[in-house]
T-cell receptor
Framework: SQQGEEDPQALSIQEGENATMNCSYK?????LQWYRQNSGRGLVHLILIRSNEREKHSGRLRVTLDTSKKSSSLLITASRAADTASYFC??????????FGSGTQLTVLP | EAGVVQSPRYKIIEKKQPVAFWCNPI?????LYWYRQNLGQGPELLIRYENEEAVDDSQLPKDRFSAERLKGVDSTLKIQPAELGDSAVYLCASSRGQESYGYTFGSGTRLTVV
């Protein structure tokens, strides 16, 4: 992608393990968000981190942001089969302008 | 609160035919978005509305795509005529447009052009 990317493209882990997904972008941002998409459904907002924040937690989710490297990571701890989905990062200069990455397909095996 | 409602969920049409998608955003969300998502890719913005005004339509293929948002609530996206390459999922989303909130997406319309 010309504007950013996510890696890995696909990730397969066992239930109970941690999953880490990475996102890189190329523009200046105001905030970065992570979304989950189950097969055949719309995207669901998970967490938002502002450009002046370095780390944020929400339940089993931990997001980090390094604006100097223009990168973010999403960690899902103690994964469950229900966490199987595609995960997208999205970044923008404002709350009204988000660009989405290409996503990471996470499969959690029972 | 009710989510973002889109219809239809699926649509199969022959190329060169017209097609329309409808979206009802969350009440009170002034900002509405139409995204297109190709298989295995992230959503790409087609158009963004602030109330009734289209404020970002730079990625909308204007030769065949059109959109409207009457009265700043419901929105329709139309393609005429459809091409094979238009096959994708069309997602509608809405937001409060404030910095602390993300977008709420509908379930999308999966379009197949044959």
């Amino acid at each position: 992608s010309q504007q950013g990317e996510e890696d890995p493209q696909a990730l397969s882990i066992q239930e109970g393990e941690n999953a880490t997904m990475n996102c890189s972008y190329k523009t200046s941002i105001n905030n970065l968000q992570w979304y989950r998409q189950n097969s055949g459904r719309g995207l669901v907002h998970l967490i938002l981190i502002r450009s002046n924040e370095r780390e944020k937690h929400s339940g089993r989710l931990r997001v980090t942001l390094d604006t100097s490297k223009k990168s973010s990571s999403l960690l899902i701890t103690a994964s469950r089969a229900a966490d199987t989905a595609s995960y997208f990062c999205a970044w923008g200069g404002s709350a009204r302008q988000l660009t989405f990455g290409s996503g990471t397909q996470l499969t959690v095996l029972p | 609160e009710a989510g973002v409602v889109q219809s239809p969920r699926y649509k199969i049409i022959e190329k060169k035919q017209p097609v329309a998608f409808w979206c009802n955003p969350i009440s009170g969300h002034n900002t509405l978005y139409w995204y297109r998502q190709n298989l295995g890719q992230g959503p790409e913005l087609l158009i963004r509305y602030e109330n009734e005004e289209a404020v970002d339509d730079s990625q909308l293929p204007k030769d065949r795509f059109s959109a409207e948002r009457l009265k700043g609530v419901d929105s329709t996206l139309k393609i005429q005529p459809a091409e094979l390459g238009d096959s994708a999922v069309y997602l509608c989303a809405s937001s409060r447009g404030q910095e602390s909130y993300g977008y709420t997406f509908g379930s999308g319309t999966r379009l197949t052009v044959v």
